[in-house]
């Protein structure tokens, strides 16, 4: 194709110049040859060519001819020949050729095409004619000397300029040479070209070098081609010329090869006009073979962000760019280097396209990159060109590599920010594929990869044009509207980004995003949040740029609140909040003169707004505690105008006190269910003229209201709801803060203020009262600890000690009401908890019913009050259980060990949706010291009033709500991810406030309180370690206290749990968060080393891994033990020498498996949780431990075999931690474990040398014999669990065996016989042992355990062909026999019930054992037989022979 295409080129060039006038002479001395021409007008030359019919011109016009070309050239060969002066004539001829092209002009028409002579018939000439020279080029006769003649002629015009009409004398003279029918020297050609090239300028060298390949024969392209190379070397501009003319050679493998590294070598000093053909032909040059080699060193060269403008010449072009200066215009050089960047990627794109080995080694070669800054732009473009073309399927690769990447955090942010700022011009070309993967990342179940999909998104908006803006919103709002929770969260969250960023451009799809209000239905409170905050931002915003869908945002908002439904008045709260956040938000000043607050007819707009959703929330608690709820939201999280600010703080402080305050009289009015009492003043001097909160009467009131027909006069007092006090109190502190810079001097009587409750001893008899008294009670108990949590909320950052005591004092009281509330929850059965977090499903009447049930369920089996939520099986039943069903197992514990009496109580932990949310700033309270036992007893109360201290059962409970709000914030995405089924809102019910801040907040938060909790955590040390010197190293001494045992050891593992939950934070690993995180480093190891330079992350690692292991000592109970292996391993990963650590963290898991654990009360720690503690810290001993196999076996020889001996309630002296209770839990983790290592082991190759082969057959001898001793214990240990186990894992490791293992028993079987034997010996007693389980199993018929035989018995029989395949390998065929392997049971006792069942029950008896011990000569073999059937417990051995016999003699 590309030869033809030149030709005709030449041809057209040829053709359009035939007209051009003559020139004059150019010079004296040409002026004379032509005269002398003149003269000797009839030479042969003129002669013999007019003869043949050709007639030449001398006044510039072209040459006509009258023959055809072919009748020409054999009458020239004619006349020549029979020529008498014959061969001499010849040189005659070209000597008057010569004279003839003396003149310039008859020379250039001698080049140019011929013309049919006029007269005569015109069919017998051609239209198209050669030029005469070429004509004549074309009888073999005279070629060479033709050929000779004008390769002297080009050096005259060498320096020329391009002639008239653009004509080049010497590309014309090399034009005449292409595509001759035969070259008849070409060799001598070749050789004379070339001298031409080394002498000639640039643009003729160019000219002679693209045309080689037309010119010379194949037989001499090889040698033309290492010329080229040569001159490569020596000559960069010629580049493009010359690889132009390799690509066209055909060229041996290897010298094309050699090429290709020449090449590839100068990639670095190749111009950046000439670097797409550079890359064409290192790709198009690859064969299969090497294709991956190539396109690695390719990538590693071609380093495209050489080729863009510096950053400085960018900035300044963008800063034209905005002032709307034509840019393209005054920046060519811009436009070069992308053109240059589109043609390389192009030159790729075709690559990747036609060669299949091309795209996979594309793949490979980004695949290799280990490091993210060895990463280069060119590995995103290419990713991008393989999803655009996927030609051979190579969409689907790039996808997997790409999030391969993205995973391993090798492909960041900061490369993709590179690519769409200096390539936004080349990637336009592949936004379908970038929107696609963006698509697909942003969809992903993997949390490490949905930012990443965001980032391209925003990106893509960013830097391309108008439509594609169209595209990106569009694309995000589909997410929004699929419902998928991560999906939907994280494209609000970018849509919000680019109304914030990128206002003007969004404003034109601000109908797009509306689009979204008719899917609401999916998305949840905080979602609707999102959604109303960026609608509202367009059309209500500063500049208003959506205001064209204002109208519509008002009629929705409208709709939802006139409705009576819960869930669409919630969504209208919500809105309606979020509208008012957007309208009455502060505005900067514009101009001087200009004043910056609100209009008059803004505010009456939102001041109207804020009454109709007040009016339309008054008839239901719910609607009215969620508008003060998400109004406190708006005033925490925006600047309102002062205006507005003032009139809502106005109104909250006045409908507070109206509704929630009276003042205290010397009696309490009304008639009540309880006796009114006021509790928990703590304003000591004003025993009168107090104010209290009046919670009892008002709930009585709404108890009596409950069930009357409502009427108009009672709206009044419903909306005086105690649901309200929390919420409204929450409202009023925040406009407080706000307006008065965070003092709350104007409330600061609410912290100390009494409640009318009444007295809780009540609580002790709640059995004797009536279902309504209990609730009410209930009830009673949760507004009051609701109201106490938003109280320490509101006043836990004020720096007065005063102050201080009394939030201190009001956690006491939480702590304590929550013993009464256990007390009474437990003797409430089918109770339903008043709400507290309003912006969940929970407010839907459905869904409340269904709670009903849940707890019923829950409470009617107090003892196994666990299992009973799991058990139903209704939609929302377990709403509020569901998302703290892990907690409750881990922390049950904690709140239990609070009740002075032991009562089957029920945990609060399942009530956690039902408690007010407590704010991050609460935590600070934890900066308090620890107020201890031996503190007070020591100061005499003394120190009490000066010093602000934390109770252990305040330090508890403030752990474990910051346990669960790390764990919803920090912990990995999968573990929040919905269910198939309608969970999704429960699991952030409790945190609505917690996930308005990032993750990155929460984590700074973090470690801010790190030094806090490390002190809390040296406390616990001290007070197990002072416990331990009084009683003489006993735990449970007479001088322990096992309430408050219990309450230090539960507030160690929750500060281990803590720091577990912070350090594992994946966020960590991003690159803009490592000065955050040796930030936290350095707060632990400056607990050990004071001061210091700046220390690296490995040295921090290693001081906070040595501070941590101090703790080691005074570890209470193995669960607490388990989080500080926990906690050392998670460290231990940051960096740093990771095989010390790895020793350490296993020497400390064999320390804690190595001791006795007791409670408090003396008896020994078991149960689930001990069991489940056990597994964990098991599992890290094997996966820490330098050999797992001798760890393997160190337990089976000394602690089975120690426990086999003692005693029924004893356990194992070296491992007391093995017991016959936990022999089940030991069992599995070391079969687990050892079916890894096995996995682990290399497998076997041919090219291992003997020393290689002894080593894997050692440690194959080695994981045998435990697997042996592993089996056997089956015979003791029989119970059903541990059958399965090790049907299970026997199994896995015998099919790891036959993968890894027998390939090595195949190549050292002839160096190695012994060892092998004896392999293969051990091996088989256990795989008879497996088959006898497989028999036991069958007889017991249990489905649990047969479900494992099928799978079981394949592997077994694959083996026995194995081994039989390995030895015909090794030419042994006849060592191998097979026997008929009788059914038995675990004892060995044959299974006689099967006799009778004939040969019927093959099946039964497929799992034939080979033996393969020695090879002793053909003769000895019976013999040999014999003795190894009576070893292996057999009656009777069938030889091969026989096999064919009925299974059924083998019994007889």
Same mark, same amino acid.
């Given at each position: 194709?590309?030869?033809?295409?030149?030709?005709?080129?030449?041809?057209?060039?040829?053709?359009?110049?035939?007209?051009?006038?003559?020139?004059?002479?150019?010079?004296?001395?040409?002026?004379?040859?032509?005269?002398?021409?003149?003269?000797?007008?009839?030479?042969?030359?003129?002669?013999?060519?007019?003869?043949?019919?050709?007639?030449?011109?001398?006044?510039?016009?072209?040459?006509?001819?009258?023959?055809?070309?072919?009748?020409?050239?054999?009458?020239?060969?004619?006349?020549?020949?029979?020529?008498?002066?014959?061969?001499?004539?010849?040189?005659?001829?070209?000597?008057?050729?010569?004279?003839?092209?003396?003149?310039?002009?008859?020379?250039?028409?001698?080049?140019?095409?011929?013309?049919?002579?006029?007269?005569?018939?015109?069919?017998?000439?051609?239209?198209?004619?050669?030029?005469?020279?070429?004509?004549?080029?074309?009888?073999?006769?005279?070629?060479?000397?033709?050929?000779?003649?004008?390769?002297?002629?080009?050096?005259?015009?060498?320096?020329?300029?391009?002639?008239?009409?653009?004509?080049?004398?010497?590309?014309?003279?090399?034009?005449?040479?292409?595509?001759?029918?035969?070259?008849?020297?070409?060799?001598?050609?070749?050789?004379?070209?070339?001298?031409?090239?080394?002498?000639? @300028?640039?643009?003729?060298?160019?000219?002679?070098?693209?045309?080689?390949?037309?010119?010379?024969?194949?037989?001499?392209?090889?040698?033309?081609?290492?010329?080229?190379?040569?001159?490569?070397?020596?000559?960069?501009?010629?580049?493009?010329?010359?690889?132009?003319?390799?690509?066209?050679?055909?060229?041996?493998?290897?010298?094309?090869?050699?090429?290709?590294?020449?090449?590839?070598?100068?990639?670095?000093?190749?111009?950046?006009?000439?670097?797409?053909?550079?890359?064409?032909?290192?790709?198009?040059?690859?064969?299969?073979?090497?294709?991956?080699?190539?396109?690695?060193?390719?990538?590693?060269?071609?380093?495209?962000?050489?080729?863009?403008?510096?950053?400085?010449?960018?900035?300044?072009?963008?800063?034209?760019?905005?002032?709307?200066?034509?840019?393209?215009?005054?920046?060519?050089?811009?436009?070069?280097?992308?053109?240059?960047?589109?043609?390389?990627?192009?030159?790729?794109?075709?690559?990747?396209?036609?060669?299949?080995?091309?795209?996979?080694?594309?793949?490979?070669?980004?695949?290799?990159?280990?490091?993210?800054?060895?990463?280069?732009?060119?590995?995103?473009?290419?990713?991008?060109?393989?999803?655009?073309?996927?030609?051979?399927?190579?969409?689907?690769?790039?996808?997997?590599?790409?999030?391969?990447?993205?995973?391993?955090?090798?492909?960041?942010?900061? #490369?993709?920010?590179?690519?769409?700022?200096?390539?936004?011009?080349?990637?336009?070309?592949?936004?379908?594929?970038?929107?696609?993967?963006?698509?697909?990342?942003?969809?992903?179940?993997?949390?490490?990869?949905?930012?990443?999909?965001?980032?391209?998104?925003?990106?893509?908006?960013?830097?391309?044009?108008?439509?594609?803006?169209?595209?990106?919103?569009?694309?995000?709002?589909?997410?929004?509207?699929?419902?998928?929770?991560?999906?939907? /969260?994280?494209?609000?969250?970018?849509?919000?980004?680019?109304?914030?960023?990128? @206002?003007?451009?969004?404003?034109?799809?601000?109908?797009?995003?509306?689009?979204?209000?008719?899917?609401?239905?999916?998305?949840?409170?905080?979602?609707?949040?999102?959604?109303?905050?960026?609608?509202?931002?367009?059309?209500?915003?500063?500049?208003?740029?959506?205001?064209?869908?204002?109208?519509?945002?008002?009629?929705?908002?409208?709709?939802?609140?006139?409705?009576?439904?819960?869930?669409?008045?919630?969504?209208?709260?919500?809105?309606?909040?979020?509208?008012?956040?957007?309208?009455?938000?502060?505005?900067?000043?514009?101009?001087?003169?200009?004043?910056?607050?609100?209009?008059?007819?803004?505010?009456?707009?939102?001041?109207?707004?804020?009454?109709?959703?007040?009016?339309?929330?008054?008839?239901?608690?719910?609607?009215?505690?969620?508008?003060?709820?998400?109004?406190?939201?708006?005033?925490?999280?925006?600047?309102?105008?002062?205006?507005?600010?003032?009139?809502?703080?106005?109104?909250?402080?006045?409908?507070?006190?109206?509704?929630?305050?009276?003042?205290?009289?010397?009696?309490?009015?009304?008639?009540?269910?309880?006796?009114?009492?006021?509790?928990?003043?703590?304003?000591?001097?004003?025993?009168?003229?107090?104010?209290?909160?009046?919670?009892?009467?008002?709930?009585?009131?709404?108890?009596?209201?409950?069930?009357?027909?409502?009427?108009?006069?009672?709206?009044?007092?419903?909306?005086?709801?105690?649901?309200?006090?929390?919420?409204?109190?929450?409202?009023?502190?925040?406009?407080?803060?706000?307006?008065?810079?965070?003092?709350?001097?104007?409330?600061?009587?609410?912290?100390?203020? @009494?409640?009318?409750?009444?007295?809780?001893?009540?609580?002790?008899?709640?059995?004797?009262?009536?279902?309504?008294?209990?609730?009410?009670?209930?009830?009673?108990?949760?507004?009051?600890?609701?109201?106490?949590?938003?109280?320490?909320?509101?006043?836990?950052?004020?720096?007065?000690?005063?102050?201080?005591?009394?939030?201190?004092?009001?956690?006491?009281?939480?702590?304590?009401?929550?013993?009464?509330?256990?007390?009474?929850?437990?003797?409430?059965?089918?109770?339903?908890?008043?709400?507290?977090?309003?912006?969940?499903?929970?407010?839907?009447?459905?869904?409340?019913?269904?709670?009903?049930?849940?707890?019923?369920?829950?409470?009617?089996?107090?003892?196994?009050?666990?299992?009973? @939520?799991?058990?139903?099986?209704?939609?929302?039943?377990?709403?509020?259980?569901?998302?703290?069903?892990?907690?409750?197992?881990?922390?049950?514990?904690?709140?239990?060990?609070?009740?002075?009496?032991?009562?089957?109580?029920?945990?609060?932990?399942?009530?956690?949706?039902?408690?007010?949310?407590?704010?991050?700033?609460?935590?600070?309270?934890?900066?308090?010291?620890?107020?201890?036992?031996?503190?007070?007893?020591?100061?005499?109360?003394?120190?009490?009033?000066?010093?602000?201290?934390?109770?252990?059962?305040?330090?508890?409970?403030?752990?474990?709500?910051?346990?669960?709000?790390?764990?919803?914030?920090?912990?990995?995405?999968?573990?929040?991810?919905?269910?198939?089924?309608?969970?999704?809102?429960?699991?952030?019910?409790?945190?609505? !406030?917690?996930?308005?801040?990032?993750?990155?907040?929460?984590?700074?938060?973090?470690?801010?309180?790190?030094?806090?909790?490390?002190?809390?955590?040296?406390?616990?040390?001290?007070?197990?370690?002072?416990?331990?010197?009084?009683?003489?190293?006993?735990?449970?001494?007479?001088?322990?206290?096992?309430?408050?045992?219990?309450?230090?050891?539960?507030?160690?593992?929750?500060?281990?749990?803590?720091?577990?939950?912070?350090?594992?934070?994946?966020?960590?690993?991003?690159?803009?968060?490592?000065?955050?995180?040796?930030?936290?480093?350095?707060?632990?190891?400056?607990?050990?080393?004071?001061?210091?330079?700046?220390?690296?992350?490995?040295?921090?690692?290693?001081?906070?891994?040595?501070?941590?292991?101090?703790?080691?000592?005074?570890?209470?109970?193995?669960?607490?033990?388990?989080?500080?292996?926990?906690?050392?391993?998670?460290?231990?990963?940051?960096?740093?020498?990771?095989?010390?650590?790895?020793?350490?963290?296993?020497?400390?898991?064999?320390?804690?498996?190595?001791?006795?654990?007791?409670?408090?009360?003396?008896?020994?720690?078991?149960?689930?949780?001990?069991?489940?503690?056990?597994?964990?810290?098991?599992?890290?001993?094997?996966? !820490?431990?330098?050999?797992?196999?001798?760890?393997?076996?160190?337990?089976?020889?000394?602690?089975?075999?120690?426990?086999?001996?003692?005693?029924?309630?004893?356990?194992?002296?070296?491992?007391?931690?093995?017991?016959?209770?936990?022999?089940?839990?030991?069992?599995?983790? #070391?079969?687990?474990?050892?079916?890894?290592?096995?996995?682990?082991?290399?497998?076997?190759?041919?090219?291992?040398?003997?020393?290689?082969?002894?080593?894997?057959?050692?440690?194959?001898?080695?994981?045998?014999?435990?697997?042996?001793?592993?089996?056997?214990?089956?015979?003791?240990?029989?119970?059903?669990?541990?059958?399965?186990?090790?049907?299970?894992?026997?199994?896995?490791?015998?099919?790891?065996?036959?993968?890894?293992?027998?390939?090595? #028993?195949?190549?050292?079987?002839?160096?190695?016989?012994?060892?092998?034997?004896?392999?293969?010996?051990?091996?088989?007693?256990?795989?008879?042992?497996?088959? !006898?389980?497989?028999?036991?199993?069958?007889?017991?018929?249990?489905?649990?355990?047969?479900?494992?035989?099928?799978?079981?018995?394949?592997?077994?029989?694959?083996?026995?062909?194995?081994?039989?395949?390995?030895?015909?390998?090794?030419?042994?065929?006849?060592?191998?026999?097979?026997?008929?392997?009788?059914?038995?049971?675990?004892?060995?006792?044959?299974?006689?019930?099967?006799?009778?069942?004939?040969?019927?029950? /093959?099946?039964?008896?497929?799992?034939?054992?080979?033996?393969?011990?020695?090879?002793?000569?053909?003769?000895?073999?019976?013999?040999?037989?014999?003795?190894?059937?009576?070893?292996?417990?057999?009656?009777?051995?069938?030889?091969?022979?026989?096999?064919?016999?009925?299974?059924?003699?083998?019994? /007889?």
């Amino acid at each position: 194709m590309m030869r033809k295409k030149r030709r005709s080129s030449v041809e057209k060039v040829e053709g359009t110049s035939t007209v051009t006038k003559a020139k004059k002479s150019r010079s004296n001395g040409r002026q004379s040859k032509g005269a002398v021409s003149k003269e000797t007008n009839e030479s042969v030359f003129d002669v013999f060519v007019r003869e043949a019919g050709v007639t030449l011109k001398r006044d510039g016009t072209s040459n006509e001819i009258a023959v055809d070309q072919v009748v020409f050239q054999r009458r020239i060969q004619q006349q020549l020949q029979k020529s008498p002066r014959y061969p001499g004539i010849m040189q005659e001829f070209i000597a008057g050729l010569e004279v003839y092209i003396e003149d310039p002009d008859t020379f250039k028409n001698c080049l140019l095409p011929c013309v049919p002579q006029s007269e005569g018939d015109p069919s017998s000439v051609s239209s198209f004619q050669e030029s005469l020279l070429r004509v004549l080029l074309g009888s073999e006769m005279l070629q060479t000397l033709i050929i000779n003649t004008l390769l002297e002629k080009l050096p005259e015009f060498m320096l020329d300029s391009t002639g008239d009409g653009g004509l080049s004398i010497p590309r014309m003279i090399i034009n005449q040479l292409k595509w001759l029918d035969r070259v008849v020297d070409s060799k001598e050609l070749a050789v004379k070209l070339m001298e031409l090239v080394s002498v000639a @300028p640039v643009e003729v060298q160019r000219d002679i070098i693209t045309s080689l390949p037309e010119i010379l024969e194949d037989s001499q392209h090889n040698d033309i081609a290492k010329e080229l190379n040569s001159l490569l070397q020596e000559n960069t501009q010629l580049t493009v010329p010359i690889l132009d003319a390799l690509s066209s050679l055909s060229l041996s493998s290897s010298l094309l090869t050699e090429v290709r590294g020449a090449v590839m070598a100068t990639l670095a000093a190749v111009q950046l006009e000439d670097l797409p053909v550079v890359v064409k032909f290192i790709l198009h040059s690859v064969s299969a073979s090497d294709a991956c080699e190539v396109v690695s060193n390719l990538r590693k060269k071609l380093d495209l962000e050489q080729c863009v403008l510096p950053p400085v010449l960018q900035a300044s072009q963008s800063r034209m760019k905005s002032k709307g200066a034509a840019v393209s215009a005054s920046t060519p050089a811009a436009a070069s280097s992308q053109n240059s960047v589109t043609l390389i990627l192009d030159c790729i794109k075709s690559a990747v396209r036609f060669q299949k080995t091309i795209s996979e080694a594309w793949l490979k070669a980004i695949e290799s990159v280990d490091e993210a800054e060895d990463h280069k732009v060119v590995d995103l473009l290419v990713l991008f060109i393989l999803h655009s073309t996927n030609a051979n399927q190579s969409r689907r690769g790039a996808e997997r590599v790409l999030k391969l990447k993205v995973r391993n955090g090798l492909i960041q942010e900061a #490369l993709l920010q590179r690519t769409f700022r200096d390539y936004a011009q080349v990637m336009r070309g592949y936004f379908p594929s970038i929107l696609a993967i963006a698509q697909s990342l942003l969809r992903s179940p993997d949390p490490c990869m949905v930012p990443f999909g965001g980032h391209v998104y925003r990106h893509s908006f960013t830097a391309f044009d108008s439509y594609c803006h169209q595209e990106v919103v569009g694309s995000l709002v589909t997410h929004v509207c699929s419902g998928v929770g991560g999906e939907v /969260d994280v494209a609000l969250e970018l849509l919000c980004g680019l109304v914030t960023e990128n @206002p003007s451009e969004m404003a034109p799809y601000a109908v797009f995003v509306k689009g979204i209000l008719d899917y609401m239905d999916n998305l949840t409170p905080q979602q609707i949040r999102r959604l109303f905050h960026l609608l509202s931002k367009l059309a209500f915003g500063q500049q208003q740029q959506g205001s064209h869908i204002q109208d519509d945002m008002h009629i929705v908002i409208r709709k939802q609140l006139s409705s009576t439904v819960p869930k669409y008045k919630r969504i209208g709260i919500i809105g309606a909040v979020m509208i008012v956040g957007s309208m009455g938000a502060s505005r900067p000043k514009v101009k001087e003169s200009q004043n910056a607050s609100l209009s008059q007819e803004t505010v009456r707009q939102v001041t109207a707004l804020l009454e109709l959703v007040k009016s339309s929330s008054e008839s239901s608690p719910e609607a009215a505690a969620l508008y003060y709820d998400e109004l406190a939201n708006l005033i925490w999280s925006s600047t309102l105008d002062p205006q507005v600010q003032e009139m809502i703080g106005r109104s909250v402080l006045d409908d507070f006190q109206d509704d929630f305050v009276v003042d205290l009289g010397p009696d309490i009015t009304g008639s009540f269910a309880f006796p009114a009492r006021v509790m928990y003043n703590l304003e000591e001097e004003e025993s009168q003229g107090g104010i209290a909160i009046n919670l009892l009467p008002l709930m009585s009131k709404e108890v009596q209201n409950k069930g009357e027909q409502q009427t108009q006069s009672k709206k009044s007092q419903l909306r005086a709801s105690p649901l309200c006090l929390s919420p409204f109190f929450r409202l009023l502190r925040l406009c407080e803060e706000k307006q008065h810079q965070g003092d709350l001097e104007e409330i600061d009587a609410l912290l100390g203020c @009494p409640l009318i409750l009444t007295d809780m001893d009540v609580v002790e008899k709640v059995e004797s009262l009536s279902k309504a008294e209990r609730e009410l009670l209930c009830s009673l108990l949760f507004h009051t600890i609701n109201w106490f949590r938003e109280v320490v909320n509101a006043f836990c950052k004020q720096k007065d000690t005063e102050m201080k005591m009394k939030v201190m004092t009001r956690l006491q009281n939480i702590t304590y009401l929550q013993t009464l509330l256990e007390r009474a929850l437990a003797g409430t059965p089918g109770y339903v908890p008043p709400l507290s977090n309003f912006d969940g499903e929970s407010t839907d009447g459905i869904a409340l019913g269904s709670t009903v049930a849940a707890n019923k369920a829950k409470k009617d089996g107090k003892g196994k009050k666990r299992k009973a @939520p799991g058990k139903n099986t209704s939609e929302g039943s377990s709403q509020p259980e569901e998302g703290t069903e892990a907690d409750e197992t881990q922390q049950e514990q904690p709140e239990k060990e609070k009740e002075k009496e032991f009562r089957p109580a029920v945990s609060l932990t399942a009530y956690r949706a039902f408690f007010r949310e407590l704010d991050m700033e609460v935590l600070s309270v934890l900066q308090c010291g620890l107020l201890s036992r031996s503190l007070l007893d020591t100061e005499l109360h003394t120190k009490v009033r000066e010093e602000v201290l934390l109770g252990g059962a305040e330090l508890v409970f403030l752990l474990e709500d910051m346990l669960q709000k790390l764990e919803f914030s920090l912990t990995a995405a999968p573990a929040k991810r919905a269910p198939f089924l309608k969970a999704r809102a429960d699991k952030s019910v409790g945190f609505s !406030h917690l996930q308005q801040r990032s993750s990155k907040d929460i984590a700074s938060c973090c470690i801010q309180l790190l030094p806090a909790l490390c002190t809390h955590l040296e406390n616990c040390h001290n007070h197990f370690q002072t416990m331990l010197s009084e009683n003489n190293g006993v735990v449970d001494g007479p001088a322990t206290d096992v309430q408050e045992h219990q309450l230090m050891s539960s507030g160690y593992q929750l500060l281990l749990q803590v720091l577990n939950t912070t350090f594992s934070w994946s966020g960590f690993s991003q690159p803009g968060q490592r000065s955050l995180l040796k930030k936290a480093l350095g707060v632990l190891a400056g607990r050990l080393k004071e001061g210091g330079a700046e220390l690296t992350l490995e040295q921090l690692v290693k001081h906070s891994f040595e501070y941590l292991l101090n703790f080691r000592s005074t570890m209470p109970n193995l669960s607490t033990a388990l989080c500080l292996s926990q906690l050392l391993s998670t460290v231990s990963e940051k960096g740093g020498n990771s095989a010390a650590f790895r020793e350490q963290t296993a020497s400390l898991a064999r320390r804690f498996l190595s001791q006795v654990w007791v409670t408090a009360s003396g008896e020994r720690e078991r149960g689930s949780k001990f069991n489940e503690a056990l597994h964990t810290l098991l599992s890290i001993y094997l996966e !820490h431990a330098d050999d797992v196999l001798k760890a393997v076996e160190e337990i089976t020889g000394e602690g089975i075999t120690e426990l086999l001996d003692a005693a029924k309630d004893e356990s194992s002296a070296s491992w007391p931690t093995l017991s016959r209770q936990t022999f089940l839990v030991f069992y599995k983790v #070391l079969m687990a474990e050892l079916e890894k290592a096995a996995r682990k082991i290399p497998a076997g190759k041919m090219s291992d040398n003997t020393e290689a082969q002894s080593e894997k057959l050692l440690t194959w001898n080695l994981a045998v014999r435990d697997f042996h001793v592993m089996v056997n214990l089956v015979k003791v240990f029989d119970s059903r669990p541990v059958l399965i186990v090790c049907l299970k894992y026997g199994r896995l490791f015998l099919e790891s065996f036959l993968k890894l293992g027998m390939p090595l #028993l195949d190549y050292s079987f002839k160096r190695h016989k012994e060892d092998v034997q004896s392999l293969l010996k051990t091996f088989q007693l256990s795989t008879r042992q497996l088959h !006898h389980m497989c028999g036991h199993s069958k007889i017991q018929q249990d489905t649990s355990l047969t479900n494992h035989v099928p799978a079981l018995k394949k592997s077994l029989e694959l083996f026995v062909y194995r081994v039989k395949a390995m030895l015909a390998l090794n030419n042994c065929q006849e060592a191998f026999w097979i026997g008929n392997l009788k059914n038995r049971n675990l004892k060995g006792e044959e299974i006689l019930s099967q006799r009778s069942q004939g040969s019927d029950d /093959d099946d039964d008896d497929d799992g034939e054992e080979e033996g393969n011990r020695g090879l002793p000569p053909p003769q000895e073999q019976s013999d040999d037989e014999a003795q190894e059937s009576e070893s292996e417990g057999m009656k009777k051995t069938n030889r091969v022979e026989d096999v064919d016999q009925d299974v059924t003699d083998d019994s /007889d």
